[in-house]
């Protein structure tokens, strides 16, 4: 479930994320594809959506799926001045001088988890997922 602003959006989704790059499309609860978004050696890749209505890039999500999967240490290596990278046993959070940017959490032990979600307060932007299976 994806929640911006005022707006909730149900998608299924299927993701990958290696060494290579971070791989995500965006279905309708009926099977349609709604976006694809891909990062893979160094290249963004992206079919846009409508559904956002400009209101959240999608390019994003590749960003937010890296955090959530890669090694805390190359996290923190790509972060900008200021930014710092706290993570405690199944959740991160990216922390400005003005507070917390991004909160990431997830249950299970590895991936794919059986639920992430990720928080941007100041978006006011709530992404919160669950393995397909997990839902029936």
């Not at 911006?4 to 959006?9: A, G, S, Y």
């Not at 890296?66 to 922390?95: C, H, K, Y």
Request: proline share 7%; glycine share 8%.
């Amino acid at each position: 479930m994806v929640t911006l602003k005022d707006k909730k959006l149900r998608i299924i989704s299927r993701i990958s994320s290696g060494e290579s790059g971070v791989r995500f499309a965006g279905l309708s609860p009926l099977g349609q594809t709604l976006f694809q978004v891909s990062w893979e050696d160094s290249v963004l890749h992206l079919e846009p959506p409508t559904i956002f209505e400009g209101r959240l890039d999608p390019a994003l999500i590749p960003a937010l799926l890296q955090i959530a999967t890669w090694p805390a240490e190359r996290i923190r290596d790509g972060l900008s001045n200021g930014l710092v990278l706290l993570e405690q046993p199944g959740r991160r959070v990216i922390r400005g001088n003005n507070g917390d940017i991004l909160i990431v959490s997830w249950e299970g032990n590895e991936w794919p988890y059986q639920r992430l979600c990720f928080e941007a307060p100041a978006l006011n932007l709530t992404i919160d997922s669950r393995l397909l299976e997990d839902l029936q």
